[in-house]
């Protein structure tokens, strides 16, 4: 074996220049690979800090019927001690409830409009969300019987901050709740349907509806990602008859992109494999072409037909290893390159794509596991050493005779 | 005659000529393919968008654009397209009445957003009519018809038949008309689903009072989705002074921005592909001249030029590049053909519009871009006589005695 893999090695470098070239191909082919799965892990990234950290966190839970109906009746019986349950859990990070209804705006000069109404206790949702990181003017909310409200709102009532928000709504005792808040500061959430709402401390929002202590939504925040699931079956083990689900699972989108993401990682590999293979091919049949001569000498030396195919095997597996390495480095490098700078997609100032309902930011910044930059190494490995033996079968069906004759 | 002799130089060496045109063909099909899918996939989108949220022209009150404030509204607006349908008998006209506004029913209350719209001319160019899940789409002239999402519809607990109450707010006053589900539908994006509501233009105009015949955009269009030249100015003279008059980029700048976008990613992994083909050329043109020192030798002791022997070369690579370009070209021909027969119904669950509010056709079809289709494939002949480059003015500088003296 070790004198084989050494004659192996040198027949590469009878032709630096044939070898080099190979393994560029393959390994720019793996390169592509691991680029792209740095800049598809990016994107990713992109739409679940827009889904996760704006809004939904890991786990959300409700009413048994309220994700079907969304009706403000259902509020989570007993979310006080639920609330204290999960707190209680060393999984769970942050518990932070939430109102979410609907409501009739208006301002100062008849305007009136209306739009999503959700109701927030100030410093858990600050743990819980990047929402506070998203007011654009003026502060985040502090104090009570204050509102901040979207851009969009802001801009349909013609609203700034310092001025008067009236809201009315549909209270749960069947009355008609009525408040006027003044605005301390407009958000920009990148959620059409936030933006064009407003958002109001925990309390005050349970006294307009005159829902008492009643909340519509708890939303967890779990210590790590690998948590989520442990934490969706301790908590509905613990509360059957609440729906308790996981950021995924509210909104599968995301991972519908994931899985198609999934569908195009494998289209590139198959490339990779289409090329890889087709290069080992040609370098190694010529190089038997090339050899015929010699091949011939070795077999009439003895040399078994099956070291004959463990030579070539090694040689294509060497040029394998070649490829790996170049791919390796350049791939990483265009990772790095994306992760430092990035590449902007901005389809409107400062917003990226549109996902259901959801600005994404513009700005795609390269994400990679280590496992996506490894399968395209393997395949290349893999490729090489199979696409090595329709040459080795050249070599060994060569007649010793005719092989020699040849010039 | 180097003509012949380099055609006589490539078919003496089948396998290679055969693997070195394999390259460009192969990838020159897969650019070819993905290129007329992606053309495809955006035409339909392109086509979708802009019939169902703009169209090729589309005339809004003076500031509507850019304040896309529902107050703003065109007057007379029957009237108006009636004089566009005058001076461009060609086009088809129709009109839409945007509003936000609420749906309650008496379980909920949701904010959504309102369209009225022409039943029979919105008919023909929204996707949404193949979308119905109960019930039917509007029927003109029947008043008090309202079609929702199947998400909303569930929000609300309504079925059809049942009753709901739009309210709509125009210049800071509320109005409020009960309006009967004529149908549900699901267009499988989450937030249209639950927040688009459909009504018949007519019924909605009387909800808000002190403007005649309103419309928030009067819909220009024309068959395909490319935009003819005079459209505009002629569309601007019917319409006079007043209103704004755009073109669907002008309407639309997302999708537009969108759409480069996307075609820019394509041409970074198209000419990425490019280059390992031409590698790859570049790699057998080397080799097939390493064989032949001895032979190139002897033609220059023959009284070949210099010149010569690179003309021959470069002629090899002109015909390696035509001959796998013309394979490539009819590979990615038949690799197309199914798609343009008969597509890909990528479903419901990814229809994710760059301009929100639009439900877009699901069965994704090729087309055939012949421009693009040629430019690829001359780029392709040229890549392969830009990798003989090298061996070529290799094989100029080789010294006769040299080379006749090598294997």
């Known amino acids: 074996m070790g004198i084989l893999t050494a004659i192996a090695w040198r027949n590469l470098w009878r032709h630096p220049t044939r070898t080099v070239l190979t ?60 609330i204290e349950g999960l707190q209680d859990k060393p999984d769970v990070k942050i518990v932070a409830p939430r109102i979410q209804a609907f409501g009739m705006y208006a301002g100062a000069k008849d305007e009136a409009a209306s739009g999503s109404f959700v109701g927030v206790d100030p410093e858990a949702e600050k743990n819980l969300t990047e929402m506070h990181k998203r007011v654009r003017k003026g502060r985040w909310l502090k104090n009570s019987r204050e509102a901040v409200i979207g851009h969009r709102l802001a801009k349909e009532l013609n609203l700034d901050v310092g001025g008067e928000l009236l809201v009315v709504v549909n209270a749960l005792d069947g009355s008609i709740g009525n408040q006027v808040y003044p605005v301390v500061g407009i958000y920009n959430s990148g959620m059409l349907e936030r933006d064009g709402g407003a958002m109001f401390p925990l309390q005050d929002a349970q006294e307009l509806f005159a829902m008492g202590d009643g909340v519509h939504e708890l939303v967890v925040l779990t210590q790590a990602e690998e948590k989520i699931e442990t934490v969706q079956n301790s908590t509905t083990n613990a509360y059957p008859d609440l729906a308790v689900r996981t950021w995924y699972e509210i909104s599968p989108e995301t991972k519908q992109m994931e899985d198609l993401t999934a569908v195009t990682s494998f289209f590139f590999y198959f490339i990779i494999m289409a090329i890889s293979g087709f290069m080992v091919v040609n370098t190694l049949l010529m190089s038997v072409y090339e050899r015929t001569r010699e091949l011939g000498l070795f077999a009439s030396l003895g040399l078994p037909p099956k070291r004959v195919v463990m030579m070539i095997l090694i040689e294509s597996g060497l040029l394998g290893v070649l490829s790996s390495l170049l791919g390796l480095g350049f791939g990483l490098l265009g990772h790095l390159f994306l992760a430092n700078y990035g590449i902007t997609m901005e389809i409107k100032e400062g917003e990226g794509f549109i996902l259901n309902g959801v600005v994404l930011d513009p700005v795609i910044f390269g994400q990679l596991n280590m496992t996506q930059a490894i399968i395209p190494l393997v395949i290349v490995m893999f490729v090489s050493v199979v696409a090595g033996l329709w040459p080795a079968r050249r070599a060994v069906k060569l007649d010793p005779v005719v092989a020699l004759a040849q010039e | 005659m180097i003509f012949r002799m380099a055609l006589r130089n490539l078919i003496r060496r089948p396998m290679q000529s055969f693997l070195a045109s394999g390259a460009v063909a192969g990838c020159l099909a897969l650019i070819i393919w993905t290129c007329n899918f992606q053309d495809g996939a955006w035409v339909l989108l392109m086509d979708d968008t802009i019939r169902a949220s703009a169209g090729h022209v589309v005339v809004q009150a003076d500031g509507y654009q850019d304040a896309k404030d529902s107050n703003l509204l065109v007057a007379d607006s029957s009237a108006i397209a009636t004089k566009i349908r005058q001076q461009n008998p060609e086009t088809t006209v129709m009109r839409r009445l945007i509003l936000g506004g609420m749906i309650a029913s008496p379980e909920n209350s949701v904010a959504v957003g309102i369209s009225g719209v022409e039943a029979e001319a919105e008919k023909a160019v929204s996707q949404i009519p193949k979308m119905m899940v109960d019930g039917e789409w509007l029927e003109a002239g029947t008043s008090g018809q309202v079609l929702i999402g199947t998400t909303l519809a569930k929000r609300l607990q309504v079925g059809l038949g049942d009753k709901v109450v739009l309210t709509v707010s125009y210049r800071g006053e509320l109005q409020a008309l009960p309006f009967r589900v004529a149908g549900t539908f699901t267009i499988g994006n989450a937030s249209m689903d639950n927040f688009f509501v459909l009504a018949n233009l007519p019924t909605l105009q009387e909800m808000l009072p002190g403007i005649t015949d309103p419309a928030t955009m009067i819909s220009v269009q024309v068959e395909g989705y490319k935009v003819p030249a005079g459209l505009k100015a002629s569309v601007r003279e019917a319409v006079g002074d007043g209103p704004e008059v755009l073109r669907a980029e002008e309407a639309l700048p997302e999708l537009f921005k969108a759409e480069e976008l996307d075609k820019i990613g394509g041409y970074f992994m198209w000419i990425f592909i490019g280059i390992l083909a031409s590698i790859g050329i570049l790699n057998v043109l080397l080799m097939s001249l390493f064989q032949r020192t001895r032979e190139l030798g002897m033609l220059q002791a023959m009284g070949m030029r210099p010149s010569g022997l690179v003309q021959l070369l470069l002629t090899e690579g002109f015909l390696l590049g035509v001959f796998g370009a013309l394979l490539g070209f009819i590979a990615g021909l038949a690799a197309t053909y199914p798609m343009v027969e008969y597509g890909i119904d990528y479903g419901m669950i990814n229809n994710q519009a760059p301009v929100s509010g639009v439900a877009l056709n699901t069965l994704m079809k090729a087309v055939y871009s012949w421009d693009k289709m040629a430019i690829w494939t001359g780029f392709h002949v040229l890549l392969a006589v830009l990798a003989s480059l090298w061996p070529a003015l290799r094989a100029g500088r080789l010294e006769a005695v040299e080379s006749m003296r090598s294997q």
Not at chain 1, 26 to 36: D, K, N, P, T, Y
Request: glycine share 8%.
């Open chain 1, 23 to 82: 393994s560029l191909t393959m390994g720019l082919g793996v390169a592509f690979c691991i680029f792209m799965a740095s800049w598809i892990g990016g994107f990713l990234d992109v739409m679940r800090t827009a889904t996760v950290d704006r809004n939904l966190g890991h786990l959300q839970i409700h009413h048994k019927d309220y994700p079907e109906t969304m009706n403000p009746y259902d509020v989570v019986p007993q979310a006080q001690s639920v």
